[in-house]
């Protein structure tokens, strides 16, 4: 299989490139030819022969960045072997071997590379692309076994005059520590918390909050009280007697100082379609998005959605749709690019629910993939009494994996940027989707009635023909299509 491009200017495809703590381990690490430490004679002060007194003080040549995985192999702290390195990362496996020079090469790909870092920042990005770097000796396990756990044997074995303790306490090297200086200080930017802040936070309890309406059953109103959304900085701990409903307002990447992973491009066609769906009823809606994904230009165009007929909890109809939109996308050669969903009577913001399965669908998504693929999701809000006017509310919105030494965590609402394509006109399949729906949704009990009043002013039809008139292509050939759409609802 061909080595993806990377996602980063550090390294090439064919071997990333060693952060810059390893890159200076390697020169200190005296099996490395011309390595400055590499002396052997004399006074016996190479890293291979060290005794009691090798290193007299602090200010001796030995420290902890020293430590490389050729110095733990020849010190049969560590083996060589396939598939003896391992790095789990939210909900990815990936595999290595141990090469007897301390290289690693991915199992998956064929790819060297020099450090623990470097493969462990490398495998990260593939799931997600804000990372910036990879902690590699406490994310790379050796038989199920942290490397720093090696490496602070190691040190303990041959740096007498530091306490097993202080060796236990910091076994990562400098550029580590300060990588995990630098998650925490993301975190605070992220969250707008001081370190002072969350110590004061009470451990695995999250601040109070409002008190939302329980799940209710399918056909059902799903909102149908206010609720009110919490920002992502006062959730605090993943807490299971939080409500699963607390809706959460998303983040922006430039108010934590970093850029979209991707770019978005939506075609009027698709939010015409779901934005249809979402009115038809008062329960929940669910959908599917196709389109491309292009590596190169790191562009996700959604160009179809394809609702669901089905409802929520119907699991045998549920299957046998989703097999139709499966074939569809096949037909038209597009592939799984996301999905969409409504609120109906709140605000177009994820739940906390809704995090958990994009984070899930992001994941699947991503499957045995080794190069990095978007999911999208998309909010609809048709009837929130917090909209400006009569058009429906319509979000993306993408989740960032929570800080790593919080991986139990929600994971992080963002906010995403997309460009809208504006479709030439209404495709027959797409008319043919509609009056599928509007059949679906016929008699049943949450069926929005049309030619009742919305407001003063107008009728839920008169409220849907506004809505859907923002999103209508350029070509209005099809309005008397339309038009008999319309009839049917009244």
Excluded at 32 to 61: L, Q
Excluded at 248 to 271: C, G, Y
Excluded at 328 to 350: I, K
Excluded at 439 to 463: I, M
Aim: glycine share 10%; proline share 8%; charged share 25%.
């Amino acid at each position: 299989m061909a080595a993806p491009e990377p996602l980063s200017p550090a390294g090439g495809a064919g071997e990333e490139a060693p952060d810059e703590d390893e890159d200076e381990a390697e020169a200190e690490d005296p099996e490395r030819p011309g390595a400055s430490g590499g002396a052997r004679g004399g006074g016996g002060g190479g890293v291979g022969g060290a005794g009691p007194g090798s290193c007299g003080g602090p200010g001796g040549a030995l420290t902890r960045r020293a430590v490389t995985l050729r110095v733990l192999l020849k010190d049969a702290l560590l083996e060589p072997g396939a598939g003896v390195l391992s790095i789990y990362y939210l909900g990815k496996k990936f595999v290595g071997d141990l090469q007897p020079d301390g290289r690693i090469v991915w199992q998956e790909t064929g790819q060297v590379f020099n450090s623990p870092s470097a493969w462990a920042t490398h495998c990260k990005k593939l799931v997600n692309p804000a990372k910036k770097s990879g902690c590699g000796w406490a994310s790379v396990k050796y038989k199920g076994q942290k490397l720093d756990k090696y490496k602070a044997a190691w040190l303990r074995r041959n740096q007498l005059h530091i306490t097993a303790a202080a060796a236990d306490e910091s076994p990562a090297s400098e550029g580590e520590e300060e990588e995990l200086l630098i998650e925490e200080e993301e975190e605070e930017v992220l969250t707008g918390a001081s370190a002072e802040d969350k110590s004061r936070r009470p451990q695995g309890k999250g601040p109070s909050e409002p008190v939302h309406s329980e799940a209710t059953p399918p056909g059902k109103r799903v909102e149908n009280k206010i609720r009110v959304p919490v920002r992502y900085c006062m959730l605090g701990s993943r807490d299971s007697a939080r409500n699963p409903h607390t809706l959460v307002e998303v983040t922006s990447f430039a108010a934590i100082n970093k850029f979209q992973p991707f770019n978005v491009a939506v075609s009027s066609n698709v939010l015409f379609l779901l934005d249809f769906h979402s009115h038809l009823t008062r329960s929940q809606v669910v959908g599917y998005l196709g389109g491309r994904w292009d590596i190169n230009s790191q562009m996700l165009t959604v160009l179809r959605a394809f609702p669901c007929r089905s409802r929520l909890g119907d699991a045998e109809t549920a299957a046998t749709v989703e097999e139709e939109i499966y074939q569809s996308l096949l037909l038209r050669g597009l592939s799984l690019v996301g999905w969409y969903h409504s609120h109906p009577h709140g605000p177009a913001l994820p739940s906390l629910q809704d995090i958990d399965a994009q984070m899930d669908y992001q994941l699947r998504l991503q499957g045995s993939s080794n190069g990095f693929q978007p999911c999208l999701a998309l909010l609809c809000s048709p009837y929130y009494s917090g909209n400006p006017g009569p058009e429906s509310k319509i979000s993306p919105f993408w989740v960032m994996p929570p800080p790593e030494q919080r991986p139990s965590d929600y994971g992080i609402p963002m906010d995403v940027e997309m460009a809208y394509v504006q479709d030439s006109f209404l495709t027959n399949d797409i008319l043919h989707e509609m009056m599928l729906l509007v059949e679906f949704y016929k008699g049943a009990p949450d069926l929005v009635r049309f030619q009742e009043p919305w407001n003063q002013e107008h009728t839920y039809l008169d409220k849907l023909k506004i809505s859907l008139a923002s999103r209508m292509p350029k070509d209005q050939g099809l309005g008397h299509v339309l038009e008999q759409v319309y009839s049917v609802l009244k």
